[in-house]
Nanobody, 117 residues
Framework: QVQLVESGGGLVQTGGSLRLSCAAS????????MNWYRQPPGKQQREFVA????????NYADSVKGRFTISRDNAKNMVYLQMNSLKPEDTAVYYC??????????WGQGTRVTVSS
């Protein structure tokens, strides 16, 4: 069973940067696509932020395009999200998981990002 642990969140001012990490257990990690999602305060649904295929192809939500960069290190079973030019509307709890509903594992605890104005 794959387990996911997100880290790297914190409090940052508008315009600042953070780098989030997602550690995944499991030997099949390198062949799995992975997404970052976020759940803003007061919202029940997680929203897509960024995704990366096993081969390194990436895609982004329009709201973060040009500011966020997703990457992965298959040797370390890690996925990263570099977040630059942060805005208050980026405030959320961030999660990683497989984008395929049939392959999705239990959600981790997430990592909280707070951007102050």
């Amino acid at each position: 069973q794959v387990q996911l642990v997100e880290s790297g969140g914190g409090l940052v001012q508008t315009g600042g940067s953070l780098r989030l990490s997602c550690a995944a257990s499991g030997s099949a990690f390198s062949i799995n696509p992975m997404n970052w999602y976020r759940q803003p305060p007061g919202k029940q649904q997680r929203e897509f932020v960024a995704g990366i295929s096993s081969g390194g192809n990436t895609n982004y939500a329009d709201s973060v395009k040009g500011r966020f960069t997703i990457s992965r290190d298959n040797a370390k079973n890690m996925v990263y999200l570099q977040m630059n030019s942060l805005k208050p509307e980026d405030t959320a709890v961030y999660y990683c998981n497989d984008p395929r509903p049939s392959k999705r594992v239990s959600w981790g605890q997430g990592t909280r990002v707070t951007v102050s104005s």
